[in-house]
């Protein structure tokens, strides 16, 4: 089945330490994003990729950092620098060709901080 | 400033009646809108997308009007279901490297 997976669904961090969500693709897309949503919001966008090996920062892309050293796998860090990490994150990817495509999202992890 | 509106308050509907979703939006000039469904706790899933030259697209029982000259968007889904029960998210697509900005979505309830 091909489809965008995220893990770990839910994610517990302490103040001050740094953690990774991953996101991995097997749609052949190109592109991807991270999202974060907070309660009763929309999703703001953290990061992109359009390429393997290139990123742009989105809205809200402080204390975040990403790397694309695949085309499958887009992995989030959210940093001790992020200083209200407690959200929904949401990967997404979609096809480049052509414009207007939509976005296939992943199940989202959870993260709270204790 | 750029601003998308969705209705914040959850909207309630008898089961077989037609939900009508809004999204308004203000300084975008958006090449292409799109629609999603979101459940509790889950990611968004798409539903449909309308082009700036398209007046309306249907799928099923879903319709959506897109008027930029008003800036808006109407969602309709008709003889609604309380399977419909969901928050629906109104997203611009301005072409730009395929990015999205997302409105707040509206929650809607269908009962029986």
């Known amino acids: 089945d091909g489809g965008i997976t995220q893990s770990p669904k839910y994610l517990f961090r302490k103040e001050g330490q740094n953690v990774t969500l991953s996101c991995e693709q097997n749609l052949n897309h190109d592109a991807m994003y991270w999202y974060r949503q907070d309660p009763g919001q929309g999703l703001r966008l953290i990061y992109y990729s359009q390429i393997v090996n290139d990123f742009q920062k989105g809205d809200i892309a402080e204390g975040y950092s990403v790397s694309r050293e695949k085309k499958e796998s887009f992995p989030l860090t959210v940093t001790s620098a992020q200083k209200n990490p407690t959200a929904f994150y949401l990967c997404?990817?979609?096809?480049?060709?052509?414009?207007?495509?939509?976005?296939?999202f992943g199940p989202g992890t959870r993260l709270t901080v204790l | 400033s750029q601003k998308i509106e969705q209705n914040s308050e959850a909207l309630n509907i008898q089961e077989g009646k037609t939900a009508t979703l809004t999204c308004n939006y203000t300084n975008y000039s958006p090449a292409y809108l799109q629609w999603y469904r979101q459940d509790p706790g889950r990611g968004p899933v798409f539903l449909l997308l309308i082009r700036e030259n398209e007046k309306e697209k249907r799928k099923e029982r879903l319709k959506v009007t897109f008027d930029t000259t008003l800036k808006q968007s109407l969602f309709h889904i008709t003889a609604s279901q309380p399977a419909d029960s969901a928050t629906y998210l109104c997203?611009?697509?301005?072409?730009?490297?395929?990015?999205?900005?997302f409105g707040t979505g509206t929650r809607l309830q269908v009962t029986l």
């Open positions: 997203a611009l697509d301005t072409g730009t490297a395929s990015k999205l900005t």
């Open positions: 997404a990817s979609t096809t480049q060709r052509g414009a207007g495509n939509e976005q296939f």
